[in-house]
């Protein structure tokens, strides 16, 4: 996940195919019979007239001015969520799918690619941790995402994979939890599945699956949910299936054809 969302909007026309009038009918359900009068030709005339001046206007451009006061009053189509509340724009809502929301799309990101990468590291703690916990976290991963780590991965000091070789770490939740959850902080895991390795002919470290819960502690704090701390622990795994394996060429296209999402619920 980049910290920011992707999102679709769609929306419909409305159009009349016909228009039928009907004309009323006498008590009993009778039909009137043949006008004569020349009072109700006038009234059919007058019907007549005016609904072919509604479809007249209906169907004008107008003015700017018209197009304007139209445009304000439309109303803005925008994707929704499964649940049926529209996914948040900037932040994460402040209830308990907020939450399960912005676990998810964190989950993405402490798993990615970019957390190897001291250049794009120190943003993502910003983004995601609060700020008290920001300090000690960026020297847990920089010891952990060491410069002997990275090139026992196949990934040079800048967290890059050598020449002719793609790198893969990406995350996708399955599912979300909320086992805690207050107006000022939550407890949410996440079940996902990832791919991990690296796209190479001589390669060590060819690109696996796996399957494991994240478990993060947020706190609602400027406006929006922020992780205090996270844990991992492995599974649940399906059995696996007979998928025959791609090879080194097959899995560095995929990598480089099919971009990763973005917003993760």
């Avoid at 006061?69 to 932040?91: F, I, L």
């Avoid at 000690?136 to 991965?153: C, H, P, Q, V």
């Avoid at 390795?197 to 994240?214: M, N, Y």
Wanted: charged share 20%.
């Amino acid at each position: 996940m980049s910290l920011g969302d992707d999102h679709q909007s769609s929306g419909g026309h409305g159009g009349m195919s016909g228009t039928r009038v009907r004309l009323p009918e006498e008590e009993g359900g009778h039909r009137r019979g043949g006008r004569s009068s020349s009072r109700s030709l006038v009234t059919v005339v007058g019907v007549v007239v005016l609904l072919i001046a509604a479809i007249a206007f209906a169907n004008r451009g107008g003015d700017a001015s018209d197009s304007s006061d139209a445009a304000a009053d439309k109303p803005k189509t925008s994707s929704t969520a499964p649940s049926g509340t529209a996914p948040v724009q900037s932040g994460f809502a402040h209830d308990e799918q907020g939450a399960q929301s912005a676990a998810a799309n964190y989950a993405v990101t402490l798993v990615s690619a970019d957390i190897l990468k001291p250049s794009r590291r120190a943003e993502i703690v910003r983004q995601v941790f609060v700020d008290d916990k920001q300090a000690a976290l960026t020297d847990k991963f920089n010891t952990a995402y060491s410069r002997e780590f990275l090139s026992s991965i196949g990934l040079d000091e800048s967290g890059n994979a050598a020449q002719g070789s793609t790198y893969v770490s990406r995350t996708m939740p399955i599912g979300t939890k909320a086992t805690q959850y207050s107006d000022t902080a939550a407890t949410v895991e996440v079940w996902c599945t990832g791919v991990f390795g690296t796209a190479g002919e001589k390669t060590t470290r060819p690109v696996t699956s796996d399957w494991f819960t994240l478990t993060l502690q947020l706190r609602w704090v400027g406006d929006d949910w922020k992780v205090e701390s996270f844990s991992q622990k492995d599974g649940p795994a399906p059995v696996p299936g007979d998928n025959k394996a791609s090879n080194a060429d097959e899995m560095s296209k995929a990598v480089q054809e099919y971009g990763g999402f973005t917003y993760a619920r």
